[in-house]
């Protein structure tokens, strides 16, 4: 396969257990560049688990894993700054102010000064959120944290979006703002954990249902 | 990746202003150790010490005020997330280390400008041992920030994290305390300031800093492991 046709995600018999148990077992999937992954499945199916390996935050027990072309674990260090992940935590300091927590992330992944200040400020614009923004994030509503978070995810225009029930908290408005970020068609490869197969399943190229204590299905 | 300077300065940074903003760690250290100060001086019914026991007052209380610290040294990370937030950031992972050691030290010596001063005013009749102290202070807090910075980012993901910071870091840093007291009691005579085996005790804490700093630089990235 050439290398600009290899998969942004490729998974063979991707294995991990927690004790005896084994949250994925022999897992292989297929995602290619630019397109969305939606996965479904009840609780304790193992989707958190899944997007937390793709992330670089779990090792894999066993199998094959491959992101943006980077073995992992053992090339994890490539990955990280080509992903942008959404989980169930925003990954925000509550003590600082918004402004504050995108420049810390800013400044972690090397974007600083001139650059930082117009990409937070164009964030902070396009969540509703710029009059806020020198506001500590403890005095922020969920899903205004929820917005913050989404603007830490995409600061530093990652190539794969990792995103864990994105819409927790969100109004009706914040949904359609969180698609302008983080919606289909924006060029980045997307795999979307939901509970909300409704909302995401149209836009969905490629769906993972996961299954407890089977092994996972490509539905399509 | 980004640069190492560029990480240590965004962590060390965050973590100095949320304190400055939220006095979670600093005042109390110093409310402990202004307090044990107070009770030494009743307790012990005197108002001077010197030599070891001078040396055995100060260090046991900065020791005892200094886990306060360490204990809360990680629990933004923990509790907020911050520590994933460092896992996906292309950075040296190390770099959370330097930067909590970075920001362990500066609490210590905070600390000290308030508590040194006081220890004086309640134990000592001047305060000519103050300069040579100062050397073993800060050789001192390298030591205890390292092995801290250490012990507290193993420990912050048990439950039981205020038991067992001080259960693994005291037994861990009684060399440092014994270099330390050791290197005091000299500069705190009656008859006044001695430099007898100062010099010694200063390189075996030069030498206890330089095992952690190495050791935690070492280990760090397999502890933020899953």
Not at chain 1, 1 to 26: H, S, T
Not at chain 1, 43 to 55: E, H, M, S, V, Y
Not at chain 1, 124 to 130: F, H, I, M
Not at chain 2, 77 to 94: H, T
Request: glycine fraction near 8%; aromatic fraction near 6%; charged fraction near 20%.
């Amino acid at each position: 396969m050439p290398p600009d046709q290899e998969p942004a995600i490729k998974l063979v018999g991707l294995r991990r257990v927690y004790g005896d148990r084994a949250a994925l077992d022999g897992l292989d999937l297929e995602v290619a560049k630019g397109s969305s992954l939606v996965v479904l499945g009840p609780n304790g199916a193992g989707k958190t688990t899944l997007i937390r390996i793709l992330a670089t935050l779990l090792r894999p027990t066993g199998g094959e894993v491959r992101v943006l072309d980077c073995k992992l674990p053992d090339e994890a260090w490539k990955l990280r700054g080509k992903i942008g992940y959404l989980g169930h935590e925003p990954l925000l300091y509550r003590d600082l102010t918004g402004r504050e927590n995108l420049r810390f992330h800013a400044k972690l992944h090397g974007i600083t000064g001139a650059r930082a200040e117009s990409r937070i400020e164009e964030l902070l614009t396009a969540v509703n959120l710029a009059h806020r923004g020198d506001e500590r994030t403890y005095e922020f509503s969920a899903g205004m944290r929820q917005r913050l978070a989404i603007c830490r995810c995409v600061l530093h225009q990652p190539e794969l979006l990792l995103l864990d029930e994105p819409d927790s908290n969100l109004d009706i408005e914040g949904r359609e703002i969180a698609r302008m970020l983080i919606g289909p068609g924006l060029g980045h490869t997307r795999v979307v954990v939901t509970h909300d197969p409704d909302r995401y399943l149209p836009e969905a190229d490629q769906v993972l249902r996961l299954t407890i204590d089977e092994k996972a299905a490509a539905v399509r | 990746m980004t640069s190492s300077r560029t990480a240590f300065a965004a962590i060390l940074g965050k973590d100095l202003r949320a304190e400055l903003r939220t006095l979670q760690s600093l005042p109390a250290m110093a409310l402990f150790a202004i307090t044990s100060f107070v009770i030494f001086r009743f307790g012990l019914n005197r108002t001077h010490l010197d030599g070891s026991l001078a040396a055995g007052v100060l260090w046991a209380t900065l020791l005892f005020a200094a886990v306060l610290g360490i204990n809360r040294l990680f629990v933004a990370e923990r509790e907020e997330g911050g520590f994933d937030a460092i896992r996906l950031a292309p950075i040296d992972r190390s770099v959370l280390f330097t930067a909590k050691v970075a920001a362990l030290i500066v609490y210590l010596v905070a600390l000290e400008l308030i508590a040194v001063p006081i220890f004086v005013l309640f134990f000592l009749s001047s305060a000519a041992s103050l300069p040579p102290l100062i050397i073993v202070l800060l050789l001192a807090d390298i030591g205890l920030a390292c092995t801290g910075t250490l012990i507290s980012s193993m420990a912050v993901n048990s439950r039981a994290r205020d038991l067992l910071v001080p259960l693994v870091l005291l037994p861990l840093v009684v060399p440092l305390m014994i270099a330390a007291t050791a290197a005091t009691e000299p500069l705190m005579l009656l008859g006044g300031v001695s430099y007898h085996r100062f010099g010694t005790w200063l390189i075996v804490l030069g030498l206890y800093d330089l095992i952690f700093a190495l050791l935690g630089y070492a280990v760090f990235d397999f502890l933020l492991e899953d």
